[in-house]
Structures are given as structure tokens and as C-alpha cells.
């Protein structure tokens, strides 16, 4: 048995061992003194914090733990992820003051996210160009202002641009040295000048989103050498001339260059590739020509607008293999005079026929699927729409029929349960207003041959003008 000076012995090496084991582990978890001084600088900026979302940021405290902070401990624990995310729909997590150049401490910075955060001002934080590890950098939906740097294509391991919603002017840098770019977003600020020619370069790019900016000129066909990008997002901005040929080489998921001033026909864009598209957005454009007849190959679309143009012609008839979401092809010259068979085997939320040439009884039409919201006004239709009403009554929320030449009495009128907006101003309607359109939440009844008194409705007087002897409120009230 061991003498009782050794289990003194014993017993003293055991507490030198857990006191350096805890001194090591005190050790460990000590911040950095650079990136608490960087962190706590930048929150000493910020003016305003509601939410509390700093709160955790302590000084003597373990920053690795604090709120939207990571660390490496492959690298001595400095911090390499900052990561803030806001609510400014609803006010919560919003952040106001500048970004510190005191972030510039934290050397091992690879990750900087500022999204939603709502309030934070001053320049793009040029600090982050002397950071050659940042991989990712998100600062949308703030007040960030003045030009995007041209140097930020130094940056070449930037993995993530994402600066969308802040009020960046000027041009957009060249960037064409970022090769290992995936994302870029710089939707809704107030850019200006056109695409750089140097984004061919970007062969790694999935996402890019130049919408919401003042952007001008053609949009190069650089796109042969962008085949990784399925997001292209280039819309309300001002670009004119034709759409590039070179999206034949993408293989996208969603495209839109709606809102625009893009002219000429649409290219024959469809390929093995670009076959895979599930949304694409050509609306409110000045596109003329017909349809390419290669789009019937597009089976996977969920989305198809080529509204407001000047499209003409005949469509190629689509056999689509699953519901679509939206199908709009208004305010364009077509004369279709019977809405074409595929149409009405095609499933759709919204299907948008408006000012579409339609001359026909539409009793006659007798779609085979169901549909969410359906607009054929400013056609020329004629009969009554109570049977196709009554067909769709399980799941039709809007139906919107203005300027047409419908003649059918309106107390015989059906709304299913789901039904919301009904539009039926500007037709031949007659007969009395039924109380179930109380239940609505919008309704134009408005120049037709109405009679009688109105039942009572949240409506103004506006839906219910230009009738033959409507009376009560909201019109003047009924002579006894």
C-alpha cells in the first residue's frame, strides 16, 4: 500500500493538473483581443439596436458564443463568420449606424453576412478589400450609398456578392478576375451603365441578379461561356436592343428580363439545356415576331409571361407534364379568335388571355382543367361565362372579364367559395345585383344594364356606375 506521503504526492499532482487543464481551457476560450476590440468597436457605432440583437456582445465574455459570431479554432479561435440577420418587414432585428472599420481587426474573417439588418449607412466598408480570405460578403436591404469599389475585384477567392437593396450608384465593377464567383446579386440599387463584357469570365456563376437598377445598353451575349447560371434575374431596368442567342447555353431555372425596352423577336433560345427552364419573364418589353416554335419543348415551365409586347402569330401548342403557376400572354397583337385547345387543358393559377384578339361565344369554351385566377378582358366575347363559372367554382379566386360583350342575367350568378375578385364592368350584364357578392373583396359591376336596388356592401360607387336604374347606397338612395 503507498505510505501517506505519497498519496500526499499523489493528490498534490492532481490538483497542479486540474488547475493547468483549466487555465489551458480558460485559455482556449479567451477571445482574441483584436476580434473583441474589432467587435465591440462596431457595436459601440451602432446607434440603434431595438431588438436587442447585439445583446450577447459582452466584453471579458467568450465572443465565439456571442449572437451571429464563429469561430475557427483551427486558427487560434479568431472569429471567421459574422452573421446578422434582420426582419425589417416587421421592425424586428433592425440595425442602425455605420459598418466600424474596426472589423478590420478580425484577420481571420472569411464570412461577413449583414442581411435585412434595414439601417446601416455609410459606403461600401473598404476595410473588406485588404481581407484576401473573404469568401462571402451579404450586406442587403440597408442604406448603404456611393460606388461600388473597383478594386473588389482583387478580392479572388469571393465566393458570394450579395449587396441588393441599398442605394449604390455608378457603374458596376468589371469583377471579371473574381472567377470564383457563384452568386452575384446587385438587384435594386441605382447602378447605371451596362453589363461589363468581363463577366464571360465568371464560369462558375449560378446566380445573377442585376434587377431593380438603372442599367442601360444590350445585354452582351456573353452567355456561351456562363453555363453554370440557372438564375438570371435582369428585370426593371432599361436595357434595350435584342436578347442574346447565347441563353441557348444556360441552363437555367428561372429567368426574367420583364420590364425592359427590348425589341426584335424573341431568339430561338431552346436547347437541350434551356429546356429545363421553369420560369421565364419576357413582359412589358417591345418584343415583335412570333413565337419560336421550339418552346412547345419547354414541359418542366411553371411560368410563362410574354404579356405587354407586340408578339403576333400563331403559339406552339405547349404539352406541358405539370401545373403551371402563371400563363400570360395579354396585351400583345394576337387575333386568336377561339382560345386555342391546349390552353384549356393547361392548369394554371393565373392564366392571363387579355386583349388577346378572342371572338367567340364563351359558353363554347370548355376548359378540361381547373385554374386560380382568369383574365380575358378587352376580347370580344359574347354569351354568358355562368357555366364556366359553375365548372371552376371549386377553385377560381378571380375572374376578370371587362370590355367584352357578355349578355346573361346577373341574379342567376353562382360564386364558388374561394372566389374573391370578380370583374364584370363594361359588358351587357342585366338584371338585379345578387347579395352574395357582399362576401367579395373586389367587385366592378360598373356600365351595364343593371336595375334595382343594391344590396348592402363595403363596395364604393364606382363599381356599380354607368347602369340603367341601380339605386341605394353607395348610389343615391331608391325612389318609393
Known amino acids: 500500500m503507498p505510505s501517506p506521503s505519497n498519496y500526499s504526492l499523489i493528490l498534490f499532482l492532481l490538483i497542479n493538473l486540474f488547475i493547468h487543464h483549466q487555465s489551458l481551457a480558460a485559455t482556449k476560450k479567451r477571445c482574441h483581443v483584436d476580434d473583441e476590440k474589432g467587435?465591440?468597436?462596431?457595436?459601440?457605432?451602432?446607434r440603434s439596436d431595438q431588438s436587442g440583437l447585439l445583446n450577447s456582445w459582452k466584453r471579458g465574455t467568450?465572443?465565439?458564443k456571442w449572437y451571429g459570431i464563429a469561430c475557427n479554432p483551427e486558427s487560434g479561435n479568431r472569429?471567421?463568420?459574422?452573421?446578422?440577420?434582420?426582419w425589417p418587414s416587421d421592425g424586428t432585428n433592425i440595425l442602425a449606424g455605420p459598418i466600424s472599420p474596426s472589423l478590420s481587426k478580425l484577420h481571420s474573417l472569411e464570412s461577413l453576412k449583414f442581411a435585412h439588418l434595414g439601417n446601416l449607412t455609410g459606403p461600401f466598408p473598404d476595410f473588406l478589400l485588404a481581407m484576401p480570405n473573404i469568401t462571402t460578403i451579404v450586406i442587403s436591404d440597408s442604406k448603404l450609398s456611393g460606388p461600388i469599389p473597383r478594386n473588389i475585384v482583387n478580392l479572388v477567392k469571393l465566393e458570394r456578392l450579395e449587396l441588393e437593396g441599398n442605394r449604390f450608384t455608378g457603374t458596376i465593377p468589371s469583377l471579371g478576375k473574381s472567377t470564383s464567383l457563384r452568386h452575384l446579386n446587385l438587384g435594386n440599387n441605382r447602378l447605371s451603365g451596362g453589363i461589363p463584357i468581363s463577366f464571360r469570365r465568371?464560369?462558375?456563376l449560378i446566380w445573377l441578379e442585376l434587377s431593380w437598377n438603372q442599367l442601360t445598353g444590350s445585354i452582351p451575349d456573353i452567355f456561351s461561356g456562363l453555363t453554370s447560371v440557372e438564375i438570371l434575374y435582369l428585370q426593371h431596368n432599361k436595357f434595350s436592343g435584342n436578347i442574346p442567342k447565347s441563353l441557348s447555353y444556360l441552363k437555367p431555372i428561372n429567368v426574367d428580363l420583364s420590364h425592359n425596352a427590348l425589341t426584335g423577336q424573341i431568339p430561338d433560345i431552346s436547347s437541350n439545356r434551356f429546356n429545363v427552364i421553369n420560369e421565364l419573364n419576357l413582359?412589358?418589353?417591345q418584343l415583335s415576331g412570333v413565337i419560336p416554335e421550339n418552346f412547345a419543348n419547354f414541359t418542366q415551365i411553371t411560368l410563362l409571361d410574354i404579356s405587354h409586347n407586340k408578339l403576333n402569330g400563331s403559339l406552339p401548342k405547349m404539352r406541358l407534364e405539370r401545373s403551371m403557376y402563371a400563363l400570360d400572354l395579354s396585351y400583345n397583337d394576337y387575333r386568336f379568335g377561339e382560345?386555342?385547345?391546349?390552353i384549356g387543358n393547361t392548369s394554371a393559377m393565373i392564366l392571363g388571355l387579355e386583349k388577346c384578339g378572342i371572338k367567340m361565344r364563351l359558353n363554347d369554351w370548355k376548359p378540361t382543367v381547373l385554374y386560380g385566377n382568369v383574365y380575358l378582358s378587352e376580347n370580344q366575347l359574347t354569351g354568358n361565362p355562368l357555366q364556366f363559372l359553375i365548372s371552376q367554382n371549386t377553385t377560381l379566386m378571380g375572374f376578370s372579364a371587362f370590355g367584352n360583350k357578355l349578355r346573361f342575367d346577373m341574379k342567376h350568378l353562382k360564386l364558388g367559395k374561394k372566389m374573391v375578385n370578380l370583374d364584370l364592368s363594361n359588358n351587357l350584364v342585366y338584371g338585379n345585383v345578387p347579395k352574395t357578392v357582399a362576401r367579395l373583396q373586389e367587385l366592378n359591376v360598373s356600365h351595364n344594364h343593371l336595375c334595382g336596388e343594391l344590396p348592402a356592401t363595403k363596395f364604393p360607387a364606382t363599381a356599380f356606375l354607368g347602369n340603367d336604374c341601380l339605386c341605394g347606397a353607395?348610389?343615391?338612395?331608391?325612389?318609393s
Open 39 to 46: 467587435l465591440l468597436a462596431f457595436k459601440s457605432g451602432i
Open 62 to 64: 467568450y465572443c465565439c
Open 79 to 86: 472569429v471567421t463568420v459574422i452573421d446578422l440577420y434582420g
Open 202 to 204: 465568371l464560369r462558375k
Open 283 to 285: 413582359s412589358w418589353n
Open 339 to 342: 382560345i386555342p385547345e391546349w
Open 474 to 479: 353607395p348610389l343615391p338612395p331608391c325612389k
